[in-house]
């Protein structure tokens, strides 16, 4: 069992900047590739981001690619999303997630987080 705590969302202008983490705690957080979800009012739930469980390698969405970057400190039992230049379409309830490889579709992952809310005005 792994228990994820997401952390750092807010409200924040067009073009700001915001950084989330999402605190890991039970079994070996190291285990574990992991990714970040996003949902918005209406929508269904979209991914974001994913990173290895050595953090070697990360993959993201088209729409956030060269605004957001993932990271992880396994030491720490933490995940990041660190986005810059945010747009007003990036808000929804943020999510992090636990699985078991580089993967994009939400059921393929074991855990989650209860989410944090990112909402950017324009």
């Known amino acids: 069992q792994v228990q994820l705590v997401e952390s750092g969302g807010g409200l924040v202008q067009a073009g700001d900047s915001l950084t989330l983490s999402c605190a890991a705690s039970?079994?070996?957080?190291?285990?574990?590739?992991m990714g970040w979800f996003r949902q918005a009012p209406g929508k269904e739930r979209e991914f974001v981001a994913v990173?290895?469980?050595?953090?070697?390698?990360?993959y993201y969405a088209d729409s956030v690619k060269g605004r957001f970057t993932i990271s992880r400190d396994n030491a720490k039992n933490t995940v990041y999303l660190r986005m810059i230049s945010l747009k007003p379409e990036d808000t929804a309830v943020y999510y992090c997630?636990?699985?078991?490889?580089?993967?994009?579709?939400?059921?393929?992952?074991?855990?989650w987080g209860q989410g944090t809310q990112v909402t950017v005005s324009s």
């Open positions: 990173i290895s469980r050595s953090g070697g390698m990360t």
């Open positions: 997630a636990a699985g078991p490889g580089l993967r994009t579709s939400a059921s393929q992952y074991d855990y």
């Open positions: 039970g079994r070996t957080f190291s285990s574990y590739a």
